[in-house]
């Protein structure tokens, strides 16, 4: 199947960095979503971005399908961005997700 | 409903119980998919359904795992003679499946089962 990575695995940053997020996945895919993770456990659909840019506020994320990549981008984190960043792609035609292990982000005030 | 709603939030079962976890599905979403989620690991997909189909269920680890939508709204997973490994968060994710924003997937706050 479909393999996800992502990196970093974790990072640390101080409230207002900027931070650049990595996915590489090893095929094609029709669907590529980023979630943000909090730390209740609830997964909060940030992008549908299977190729393309797009931005929602201080949030952006592109994705190159031709190289195999996506990234989102965080400026000027707030501590609440704190959680897991996770991609998830899809090639199956169902809509079936494959996640990647996601990057845990921790911005300390 | 506004989102995806799952029940029970929590449940503790002994080895061996049977549990049931429902999933409340946004309104009008035609697929309905169910994630186990290990701890410190991402999402691993267990089954899909279009409506009441059961298109894929590749995923469910093993025949002791099973799921239903029998109405193509409310799906319920049904775990038997539990194991410790069975231990996760079950998430219920659904989608509209139509137009653009159709592929967009929509998560639960998860079903958290711990087995003792």
């Known amino acids: 199947g479909i393999q996800v990575e992502q990196s970093p695995p974790d990072l640390i940053l101080q409230e207002g960095a900027n931070s650049t997020l990595r996915c590489n996945f090893s095929d094609s895919v029709n669907n590529l979503q980023w979630f943000h993770q909090n730390p209740w456990g609830q997964l909060i659909n940030l992008f549908y971005i299977p190729s393309g840019t797009k931005q929602n506020g201080r949030l952006s994320a592109t994705t190159v399908a031709t190289e195999r990549y996506s990234l989102l981008y965080i400026s000027s984190s707030q501590t609440t961005d704190s959680g897991v960043y996770f991609c998830a792609v899809e090639n199956s035609g169902y809509s079936t997700l494959t996640f990647g292990k996601g990057t845990m982000l921790l911005v300390s005030p | 409903g506004a989102g995806v709603s799952q029940s029970p939030r929590y449940k503790v079962a002994k080895r061996g119980q049977d549990v049931a976890l429902r999933c409340d599905p946004i309104s009008g979403h035609v697929s309905l998919f169910w994630y186990q989620q290990a701890l410190g690991q991402g999402p691993e997909f267990l089954t899909y359904f279009q409506n009441e189909a059961q298109l894929d269920k590749s995923g469910l680890p093993s025949d002791r795992f099973f799921a239903e939508r029998p109405e193509g709204s409310v799906s319920t997973l049904k775990i038997q003679r539990t194991q410790q490994e069975d231990s996760a968060v079950y998430l219920c994710?659904?989608?509209?499946?139509?137009?653009?924003?159709?592929?967009?997937?929509?998560f639960g706050e998860g079903s958290w089962l711990t087995v003792v």
């Open positions: 994710a659904s989608s509209l499946a139509l137009g653009p924003d159709g592929n967009t997937i929509y």
